[in-house]
């Protein structure tokens, strides 16, 4: 994926200071427990997604994030909330281990199991070339998330015209292919994001990152575990 980005050469090259954090800092928070009906769907703590089993890491269905992040979600959760529409989370805090597994898979050309449903149009072997993956993500920083929207009322998702971490440009959110009533939920997510103070990423409809995040140069690996 895109948003999984540099090479691990350069974590090992930086040191310490810049190497993966193991232990978690406290102003990490349980974002369901701040965000009145925020809908937690932590796929890589399950097998749905694009390797097909639980990520090394993902010891619990939690969506962990920095307090500044989750507290800029909130607000998004609150104006959401006027038009009868939610989030619903599939990635949030994600440890360095974990970017380290999507690695080993990629590089394993036997296992691709998941084909067809989340890079039908790409040769694995493509994957790190086209930046679907890589060996350090911004996720592992705590501030990145992977999101869309819901019915409040019902929890069903927004039609957004591709399915989570398809690996394709159809899930570029300026992807022309899909229905003009598909990329404006895009858009509406976006904005409400952006207006948040997220930023968006060009490859990735559901990926945001905040623009004042506290870990900007520090990527943890921490498990995933109930705070």
């Given at each position: 994926?895109?948003?999984l980005?540099?090479?691990?050469a350069?974590?090992l090259a930086?040191?310490?200071?810049q190497?993966?954090?193991p232990?978690?800092?406290?102003?990490?928070v349980?974002?369901?427990?701040?965000?009145?009906?925020?809908?937690?769907?932590?796929?890589?703590?399950?097998?749905?997604?694009?390797?097909g089993?639980?990520?090394n890491?993902?010891e619990?269905?939690v969506c962990l994030?920095?307090?500044?992040?989750?507290?800029?979600?909130?607000?998004?959760?609150q104006?959401l909330?006027?038009?009868?529409?939610?989030?619903k989370?599939f990635d949030?805090?994600r440890?360095?281990?974990?970017?380290a597994?999507f690695?080993?898979?990629a590089?394993?050309?036997?296992?691709?199991?998941?084909?067809?449903?989340?890079?039908?149009?790409i040769?694995?072997?493509q994957?790190?070339?086209?930046?679907y993956?890589?060996?350090?993500?911004?996720h592992?920083?705590?501030?990145?998330?992977?999101?869309?929207l819901v019915n409040?009322?019902?929890?069903?998702?927004?039609d957004m015209?591709s399915g989570?971490?398809?690996f394709?440009t159809?899930?570029w959110p300026?992807?022309?292919?899909v229905?003009p009533?598909?990329?404006d939920?895009?858009?509406?997510l976006q904005?409400?994001?952006?207006?948040?103070g997220?930023r968006p990423?060009?490859?990735?409809?559901?990926?945001?990152t905040?623009n004042?995040?506290?870990h900007?140069e520090?990527?943890?690996?921490?498990p995933?575990?109930?705070?």
């Amino acid at each position: 994926m895109r948003s999984l980005t540099l090479a691990f050469a350069l974590s090992l090259a930086a040191g310490c200071a810049q190497g993966p954090a193991p232990q978690s800092p406290a102003g990490f928070v349980d974002a369901r427990a701040m965000i009145p009906g925020l809908v937690v769907e932590m796929r890589y703590a399950g097998k749905e997604n694009f390797v097909g089993r639980p990520i090394n890491g993902y010891e619990a269905p939690v969506c962990l994030l920095t307090r500044q992040a989750a507290a800029a979600l909130t607000q998004v959760q609150q104006q959401l909330s006027a038009s009868d529409l939610g989030l619903k989370v599939f990635d949030c805090y994600r440890p360095a281990r974990a970017v380290a597994d999507f690695a080993r898979w990629a590089r394993d050309p036997q296992d691709q199991a998941r084909k067809a449903d989340y890079y039908p149009n790409i040769d694995k072997s493509q994957l790190f070339a086209l930046g679907y993956i890589a060996e350090r993500s911004g996720h592992s920083r705590g501030s990145t998330l992977d999101v869309t929207l819901v019915n409040l009322a019902t929890k069903a998702e927004i039609d957004m015209g591709s399915g989570y971490d398809l690996f394709d440009t159809r899930s570029w959110p300026t992807d022309q292919t899909v229905s003009p009533a598909q990329r404006d939920n895009r858009t509406k997510l976006q904005a409400v994001m952006t207006a948040h103070g997220f930023r968006p990423l060009a490859e990735e409809w559901w990926h945001f990152t905040l623009n004042a995040e506290p870990h900007p140069e520090t990527y943890f690996d921490f498990p995933v575990q109930p705070r």
